[in-house]
């Protein structure tokens, strides 16, 4: 009998999994909730869940004897050992064609281990980014499902009803195969942690080139959230500025100047590494949080070490013209380099990514949501086989017309001692993207010239030669070394 049976089960009562249960009560689902310490489970029902359809189980036997076939499991905890023991737990009583669904945190080699283990056994596995904290949980998170295909259609009327919107379209769809989802997730945190940072950059131009009260700062962030750079991000960091402690003064600068994470930035940085993809932004953020969590030495440091006397002598107006440009010009390259990572984990794992669907998923619900992923979103839909971002013609045309803006920005914090490391790594990415010719022949030479690695002939592309540079050398190269 289905009747009276659950739709689906979530196991993980924190407040991201309270809140998606909520979630999904409000859209007509029955939700069956379970917690490794059970006596959440009643603690929840007797609270949040009063008065709703949520039901509760008290073991993993009892939750799965409530659900409808096929049955679906979203689990909630923490990534790694939690997911691995509850799925192991899990196995033996479902059967094929039930659900797993891993909805946290997970590293995407995690899921495609469970995908590809799951296999065989007919129970279908889905790993699926869940952006938006505890509010878009609540209301509307971004969701990023991949894993097995078959189960998609599954879970679709779910997911597509409890996500964020964006123009009347559900910021939920399916990414792609094994680990697709948690792939794209990842870079969604990257991302972020890449738009923090320039932000963070733009503060700093404002408070320490330009020495601008804070009120005039939130009052700029304001002004720049009605244009191109409307977003989440920006609208907090305006908040965030005007926001005063109970003793009438500003909070922020009562705030120690150290950066946390917890290591979704740091892993985009190493995939980046690894699919060898110049993610050059988000690899600065993630230092940049790194430098900022060495406080003491910096603070020896700045004893010490000598800066520079140069003083901004501009006019400041103009500069915050340009500082807003920057940001938009360093914001475009920050999402080429993030959509080239796709492009090449896709590759690599035959992953069949959509573009133009990826960008409408961040669009709304997640941190990273703004105006500018729906610019994003036309050019992908325009031209799905769109090699870079910055190809595009209108972002080739935002970059021309933004980068002048970004190149005064580099050259003034330099000069006047003020780190900025996003914004001057999205200017050397930029100029080395656009180069025709890099300086990398030398290196080759240098190469060839240590270790007979060889060079190519830019006369005879595939003939690769060695050279006896210094007259004392072999004239074998290291073949093995090729490339
Ligand atoms: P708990 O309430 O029993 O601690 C977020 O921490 C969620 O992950 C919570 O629901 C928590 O359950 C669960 N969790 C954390 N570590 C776990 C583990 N090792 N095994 C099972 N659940 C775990």
Not at 72 to 82: C, E, P, R, Y
Not at 296 to 315: C, M, Q, W
Request: proline share 4%; aromatic share 10%.
């Amino acid at each position: 009998m289905a009747e009276g049976k659950a739709d689906i089960a979530l196991i993980g009562l924190a407040v991201m999994g309270q809140n998606l249960i909520l979630n999904m009560n409000d859209h007509g689902f029955v939700v069956c909730a379970y917690n490794r310490t059970v006596s959440k489970v009643t603690d929840f029902l007797d609270n949040e869940a009063k008065g709703t359809k949520i039901i509760g189980a008290n073991s993993l036997e009892d939750m799965v004897s409530k659900l409808k076939k096929p049955r679906k499991v979203m689990l909630l905890v923490k990534a790694g050992f939690a997911v691995d023991e509850f799925v192991k737990k899990l196995l033996p009583l479902l059967e094929k064609g039930d659900i797993i669904i891993d909805g946290g945190n997970s590293q995407y080699t995690d899921t495609q281990k469970w995908c590809k283990e799951l296999k065989p056994t007919g129970i279908r596995y889905i790993g699926m980014g869940v952006s938006g904290g505890e509010d878009g949980a609540r209301y509307g998170p971004s969701l990023m499902p991949g894993g097995d295909p078959e189960a998609w259609p599954h879970v679709k009327p779910i997911f597509q009803a409890i996500c964020a919107k964006a123009n009347n379209e559900p910021c939920c769809d399916w990414v792609g195969e094994d680990g697709a989802g948690h792939f794209v997730k990842m870079v969604h945190n990257g991302i972020e942690y890449g738009d923090m940072q320039l932000i963070c950059e733009a503060y700093s131009l404002m408070k320490d080139v330009l020495g601008l009260e804070q009120s005039k700062m939130a009052q700029v962030f304001d002004d720049w959230n009605k244009g191109e750079l409307d977003s989440f991000l920006i609208e907090i960091t305006r908040d965030i500025l005007n926001f005063k402690d109970k003793d009438g003064q500003y909070l922020l600068p009562k705030i120690r100047d150290t950066a946390g994470q917890k290591g979704t930035g740091k892993w985009t940085g190493i995939s980046a590494l690894q699919y060898g993809v110049p993610v050059t932004l988000i690899g600065e953020a993630v230092f940049s949080r790194c430098l900022s969590a060495i406080k003491d030495e910096r603070v020896e440091a700045s004893k010490v070490l000598p800066g520079s006397n140069i003083k901004f002598t501009g006019n400041k107006e103009e500069f915050l013209v340009h500082l807003r440009k920057a940001l938009f010009a360093s914001k475009v390259i920050s999402y080429a380099q993030g959509f080239m990572l796709l492009r090449e984990a896709a590759k690599e794992n035959n992953w069949n990514l959509n573009y133009g669907s990826i960008a409408l998923m961040w669009r709304g619900g997640c941190i990273i949501r703004s105006a500018f992923l729906g610019n994003i979103k036309e050019a992908y839909t325009k031209n799905p086989q769109l090699s870079n971002l910055l190809l595009d013609p209108y972002f080739c045309e935002k970059m021309s017309a933004s980068t002048p803006s970004l190149r005064q920005v580099v050259a003034q914090a330099a000069l006047v001692g003020v780190p900025a490391p996003a914004f001057g790594a999205a200017l050397a990415f930029y100029d080395g993207y656009r180069s025709s010719v890099l300086p990398a022949n030398l290196l080759q030479a240098q190469r060839d010239y240590f270790g007979a690695h060889t060079y190519e002939l830019l006369s005879k592309p595939g003939t690769f030669v060695h050279t006896n540079w210094t007259g004392h050398g072999g004239n074998i190269s290291a073949s093995t070394y090729n490339n």
